[in-house]
């Protein structure tokens, strides 16, 4: 009887982490008298990281000489490149088309085309894979393309748990100027995960971090720490914060029809 209640009980923990880890479907349906969050973000305290010069000794001639990589970029009290999203949505709004740019010497870009799917779409050019934050959507392949005349090695790793710091590979190839590849991201790789990593192996400075979201409420602080989630559905949900240097927070929130919401975040260090 002990051996067979503890099989059991085994038997069931293996079927619930399964389940766990599996994303979970997404309807687009036509949505109605939805409601709307905005916000800012705020940071107070002294920043934990400075930007971090590099000299560039693989391809200066299209990197440049000197890059800077600036994981966090706060002005006036405020944070850019803030990931919020609204977890809980199973039905909604499609995925927003648009495109977001890095504003660093760095000319790549993460575009995201959007439909019932997030359809994420990297472009490599300048010695950059886009802005240091955006998102991904497990389930998904991404296309990546690499616009520069040199080689870059793409290295992805998936990050265990939204405050850990474990990252384990999921990809790694080298990338010929000029050419494409897609990579999966399924969400049996991405079982727990909170976010994916990009790097180059031949490019330090060359990191970015895509938080992991599983529908279209979602949006990154601009420059001014602002963000607007709109056409919610009514319900109850989590509202979260993320960015991989501060960390994460929390929110619950409850959704009426029309209503809109501000809700504020802040980070102290």
């Known amino acids: 009887m002990w051996r067979r209640t503890h099989i059991t009980t085994w038997f069931s923990l293996v ?5 766990a880890g599996a994303g979970f479907a997404y309807d687009v349906i036509d949505v109605k008298n939805g409601a709307t969050i905005t916000g800012k973000v705020a940071f107070t305290g002294t920043l934990p990281h400075a930007p971090k010069r590099f000299e560039v000794r693989n391809g200066p001639e299209v990197c440049g000489p000197e890059r800077v990589l600036n994981k966090l970029e706060a002005r006036d009290g405020r944070i850019k490149g803030v990931v919020i999203a609204l977890e809980g949505v199973e039905q909604g709004k499609p995925f927003v088309s648009h495109r977001d740019a890095a504003t660093d010497r760095g000319r790549g870009a993460f575009h995201y085309a959007g439909g019932d799917e997030l359809n994420l779409g990297v472009q490599l050019e300048k010695c950059s894979f886009g802005p240091f934050t955006g998102v991904i ?13 040199i080689k870059h090695t793409l290295h ?3 990050l265990k748990g939204r405050n850990a710091k474990i990252m384990r590979t999921l990809h790694t190839q080298s990338l010929r100027p000029q050419r494409q590849t ?3 991201f399924p969400a049996k790789k991405l079982r727990r995960a909170s976010a994916v990593v990009l790097t180059c192996d031949r490019h330090d400075f060359m990191e970015n971090w895509l938080y992991r979201v599983r529908n279209p409420y979602y949006a990154i602080s601009d420059e001014s720490g602002t963000f607007e989630i709109g056409r919610i559905p009514p319900g109850d949900y989590k509202l979260v914060a993320w960015h991989p240097v501060l960390g994460i927070q929390e929110r619950r929130v409850t959704v009426t029809p029309d209503r809109h919401l501000a809700i504020d975040f802040e980070f102290i260090k």
């Open 15 to 19: 079927l619930w982490s399964g389940f």
């Open 137 to 149: 959507r497990a389930d998904e392949s991404v296309r990546f393309v690499n616009h520069d005349s």
């Open 156 to 158: 992805t790793y998936s």
């Open 182 to 184: 897609e990579k999966d």
